[in-house]
């Protein structure tokens, strides 16, 4: 049996009117173009991805990443937007699950969920790693610990105890001791080219709005969808 106190109960009409009234400061009013202020879905996300980073808490630009593993199983967890141009680049070891399912199948689904706001943009499409450039580029801007973490984890592998990751870190330490820490090779990125973004925005009474940007050549569809 579910525990009452652990799911919040379904809105009443008075709780809807108050979000309604919470959600004008983010722009969001009966007017509708108001929410989706560009044509060009892009531009488009950027400007929500602003509105998220003054508002939400932290990690403004965290995104579910949807993969599907050799096997047929879907899989989903958190990465970090870590730049956006003509796609979405996240960054992870390549040796990983992730990394896995995306040398099986190079496709993805991201799905951005902003509580602060009410937004949600879900986008979808094939995915090609970043030029070793780009991603050293990256990398060198990362804390030297956090580039050590990349050589001593073994990202998804099971570890044979508690203490197994700081031993490695102390040995990626002392390699590395006194110079610069490299790029490993099994560290690197992805950008995903979406051929389909959806933005979704929070409306009373479930009656959200959804607008759907597809890839046509070098243009972009919109449809409008039902919640
Ligand atoms: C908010 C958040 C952000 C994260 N960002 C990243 C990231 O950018 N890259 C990454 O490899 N893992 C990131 N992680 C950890 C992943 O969710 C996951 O645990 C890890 O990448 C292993 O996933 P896999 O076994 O499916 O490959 C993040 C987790 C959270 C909660």
Redesign the pocket.
Same mark, same amino acid.
């Given at each position: 049996m579910t525990d009452d106190a652990l799911i919040p109960p379904t809105p009443s009409a008075e709780d809807y009117a108050r979000e309604a009234e919470a959600q004008e400061a983010f722009g969001v009013s009966d007017d509708q173009g108001e929410v989706f202020t560009s044509n060009e879905p892009f531009a488009l996300f950027a400007e929500w991805l602003a509105l998220a980073k003054r508002h939400e808490a932290?990690?403004s630009n965290?995104l579910a990443?949807a &993969?599907v593993a050799p096997d047929g199983m879907p @899989?989903?967890?958190?990465?970090?937007?870590?730049d956006l141009d003509d796609g979405f680049t996240?960054? &992870?070891?390549t040796q990983?699950?992730?990394? @896995?399912?995306l040398a099986a199948n190079p496709r993805a689904a991201m799905c951005f969920h902003w509580k602060s706001i009410r937004r949600q943009v879900r986008v979808a499409g094939p995915v090609e790693p970043v030029a070793p450039e780009e991603a050293d580029a990256y990398f060198a801007s990362r804390s030297r610990g956090a580039r050590i973490g990349a050589w001593a984890s073994d990202?998804?592998r099971k570890m044979g105890g508690k203490d197994a990751l700081k031993a490695r870190i102390a040995d990626r330490e002392e390699a590395f001791e006194g110079r610069d820490v490299p790029r490993p090779d099994h560290w690197s990125g992805y950008r995903l080219m979406p051929q389909r973004i959806e933005f979704w925005v929070n409306r009373p009474h479930r009656l959200h709005d959804r607008l759907l940007f597809e890839r046509d050549g070098e243009e972009w569809r919109t449809s409008r969808l039902y919640p």
């Amino acid at each position: 049996m579910t525990d009452d106190a652990l799911i919040p109960p379904t809105p009443s009409a008075e709780d809807y009117a108050r979000e309604a009234e919470a959600q004008e400061a983010f722009g969001v009013s009966d007017d509708q173009g108001e929410v989706f202020t560009s044509n060009e879905p892009f531009a488009l996300f950027a400007e929500w991805l602003a509105l998220a980073k003054r508002h939400e808490a932290n990690d403004s630009n965290a995104l579910a990443l949807a &993969t599907v593993a050799p096997d047929g199983m879907p @899989e989903v967890r958190m990465v970090l937007l870590k730049d956006l141009d003509d796609g979405f680049t996240f960054y &992870t070891n390549t040796q990983s699950a992730k990394g @896995e399912a995306l040398a099986a199948n190079p496709r993805a689904a991201m799905c951005f969920h902003w509580k602060s706001i009410r937004r949600q943009v879900r986008v979808a499409g094939p995915v090609e790693p970043v030029a070793p450039e780009e991603a050293d580029a990256y990398f060198a801007s990362r804390s030297r610990g956090a580039r050590i973490g990349a050589w001593a984890s073994d990202q998804s592998r099971k570890m044979g105890g508690k203490d197994a990751l700081k031993a490695r870190i102390a040995d990626r330490e002392e390699a590395f001791e006194g110079r610069d820490v490299p790029r490993p090779d099994h560290w690197s990125g992805y950008r995903l080219m979406p051929q389909r973004i959806e933005f979704w925005v929070n409306r009373p009474h479930r009656l959200h709005d959804r607008l759907l940007f597809e890839r046509d050549g070098e243009e972009w569809r919109t449809s409008r969808l039902y919640p």
